[in-house]
């Protein structure tokens, strides 16, 4: 990132620019969204830059990848403008979205640690043209008993698009094949779990994009991996902000 600035020296635009990788209309539009000081003017109205000013851009640019650029320019403006205290609650905020996700997370392997191996429920529960199983796939009924759940709740999920059966050509009955039981399964549990529909519903359309459950594991590892990256990066940018705020005062 460039040589350690005495105090009191001067940068031009240029300089802060070029030490990050970044343009000179990059540096300039950070100071104009208020996640820089507002630089100083030299006699003819150019703008110049001290150590100050580089220790925010170097606070900001450790803190995007944690955070987002949004909560990130939001943290720096906060302290540019004394408002310190509403720096951290952002920080807090993206620490319990991390948590969350922590959990999302934990709750997907959960459930499907618990889907048992045989997906489709066994042909003949409860009775009934609506109840039965038939040729390559099952009913709502007995899918519907299997689960201990009522019908009604398996068409909400499928309105929700947690769930896409199709139709028996000659009587419209749903009829649910192993993938459709599977993600009905994961839904189930999630829901035990105490998920909302439309939590669950991105979840299940990652299970189909992968393929299945065992694709799904690949999905997983990247998953932990990068809330793993999250959360190292949260503590690079609290560093980096903590330089900041010592230098800022």
């Not at 540096?27 to 100050?52: D, K």
């Not at 995007?64 to 951290?88: E, K, L, W, Y």
């Not at 009522?150 to 999920?157: D, E, G, K, M, V």
């Amino acid at each position: 990132m460039g040589r350690k600035l005495q105090n009191g020296e001067r940068l031009r635009p240029v300089d802060l620019a070029r030490a990050h990788g970044l343009s000179t209309q990059a540096v300039r539009n950070y100071e104009e969204a208020g996640i820089l000081p507002a630089a100083g003017r030299t006699p003819h109205g150019y703008r110049t830059y001290t150590s100050l000013h580089a220790a925010a851009l170097r606070a900001f640019l450790a803190l995007v990848p944690g955070h987002g650029h949004r909560t990130a320019a939001s943290i720096m403006r906060a302290v540019n403008q004394g408002a310190v205290d509403g720096a951290f609650r952002l920080i807090d905020e993206s620490h319990v979205q991390l948590l969350d996700d922590r959990r999302t997370l934990q709750a997907v392997e959960s459930a499907l640690r618990d889907l048992d191996p045989a997906t489709a429920p066994g042909p003949g529960a409860g009775s009934g043209p609506a109840a039965v199983s038939g040729p390559g796939g099952t009913f709502i009924g007995p899918l519907a008993d299997k689960l201990g759940i009522r019908p009604a709740t398996l068409r909400t999920w499928e309105r929700a698009g947690l769930v896409r059966p199709r139709r028996d050509p000659r009587t419209g009955y749903r009829v649910y094949d192993g993938a459709d039981v599977r993600d009905v399964r994961l839904a189930h549990q999630l829901r035990r779990g105490g998920y909302l529909l439309e939590q669950i519903a991105p979840l299940i359309a990652q299970v189909r994009a992968a393929g299945g459950l065992e694709p799904l594991e690949a999905a997983l590892c990247d998953w932990h991996g990068r809330l793993s990256a999250r959360g190292r990066a949260m503590l690079t940018g609290a560093a980096e902000l903590e330089a900041y705020l010592r230098e800022h005062g």
